[in-house]
């Protein structure tokens, strides 16, 4: 792999890890601002997935040894095994579960009554809510909504292509895309093993070793706290809790610092700019008692455009 790209790795690496074992620990950490308690992700199976993840990685690990030692049938049984275990990592993402629900639901509306489909939604909504400070969910609301409407009006052909969209829609991006992009790697690399491209093999299983290795921590690190922290902020000023709110918008800006100390300088860039905003938010804030609910989600997607900028690379 060329130079820049293994510097563009370790830097998203340590974008996405440093800090987060600082916080858990309860390392100190030089800012002003105490960081409330919390988990950075709200479903359980993020050790699993970093888990599954890591045995992946050992799996290509071992067939690049086989490889290297001309033991090309062994080779091919670890790739195959790293498969099943990318398998495993997929099923186990809050998106699959959503995305079952919404097959069946497709499924049933193509034999039940429209109206009859409509409770199949509830699971659906009730799902999003619980991803929606980690995984974009604006789109696959919209299109579930007008397949709910769709319903209600007895248009099954309408009804099913807005789940079809919403379906679509929904992508977790920091697990999808490193994970679609190793899938491919190993695909490509058994191809070349039956063809006898050992060398081309080997080098296309280590950028494969990439993909999996961030898939193994991109349920932790300071980015995800950010992100966590602002939507906390959200819910607190939704709620009227402008005081947690405000302590949601300082934590923020911790994670930011921290995330800024080991990345690349172009998101270090954009990480500064979101600081400031928050800063700008800050002092807003305390002068006026306009209604800033829609700045603040908006610095929450900022912070989630920022964030999957780092694994376009995995496109």
Known sequence: MKKR????????????????????????????????????????????????????????????????DENIADAKRELADSQKLMEDIRASLPTTRIKDHIWVARKHLSYEASEE??????????????????????????????????LKEGDKEKGAKALELAGESLVY????LPLSYTERKVAEALHLLAEGKEKDADQVLKEAEDGVQVISIASYGPMVLAQESLWQATKDYAKGQYEAARRSLADAKVFLKMAAKQADEKTKEALDKLDKKIEELEKKMAESGTDFSKDIKGLWDKTKETYHKTVEKFK
Not at 41 to 59: D, M, R, T, W, Y
Request: hydrophobic share 50%; no cysteine.
């Open 117 to 150: 489909v409509i409770p199949d939604l509830v699971p659906i909504y009730a799902s999003l809510d619980e991803i929606q400070s980690f995984v974009s969910v604006d789109k696959t609301r919209a299109h579930l909504d007008e397949a709910k409407k769709a």
């Open 173 to 176: 991006v920091e697990i999808d």
């Open 5 to 68: 790209s293994f510097v563009s790795l370790l830097s998203f690496t340590l974008l996405l890890g440093t800090g987060f074992a600082q916080v858990m620990a309860g390392e100190a950490v030089n800012e002003e601002v105490t960081v409330s308690a919390g988990k950075p992700l709200s479903f359980p199976q993020q050790e699993k997935i970093a888990g599954l993840a890591v045995n992946a990685l050992k799996h290509i690990a071992k067939a690049r040894g086989f490889i290297h």
